[in-house]
């Protein structure tokens, strides 16, 4: 008796799966429709921003990619990398000198980067507005 029950149960799940996901599936598609369109229209406010920033039409995906992207993510990304590397340079640097010299290059490494990263956009921005004319 326990195990019709189970089963019945079961089924009743997996057939009000099916329909939740149906549904779910028609109003994702109307969503995607919507959101195409609002995205194409951030990204043209976006380029006629950076596009008036920079002055032409050729330097405003760099500025966008180096600003919008590059800059904010590479702030975790870094940290993160930062963190493993004082991992491996203390905690597993104490039985094994390798490993202390590996976690030092990698602090270094991820240390540089996030300074060039973040100092990306004002090069950018010298080298597109300043040197161009």
Request: proline share 2%; with cysteine; hydrophobic share 45%.
């Amino acid at each position: 008796m326990k195990k019709t029950i189970a089963i019945i149960l079961i089924i009743l799940c997996l057939l009000s799966i099916n329909t939740t996901l149906a549904t779910e599936v028609n109003t994702l598609e109307q969503h995607n429709k919507n959101d195409v369109s609002e995205i194409k229209d951030k990204m043209e406010i976006k380029k006629e921003i950076y596009t008036e920033k920079y002055g032409s039409d050729a330097y405003w995906l760099a500025g966008y990619i180096i600003e919008e992207i590059v800059q904010p993510y590479s702030i975790p990304f870094c940290f993160v990398g930062i963190i493993i590397g004082l991992i491996f340079q203390y905690a597993m640097g104490t039985r094994r000198l390798d490993y202390k010299h590996r976690g030092f290059g990698t602090v270094i490494i991820f240390v540089t980067i996030l300074v060039i990263c973040q100092v990306l956009p004002f090069i950018y921005a010298l080298i597109v507005m300043g040197w161009r004319g």
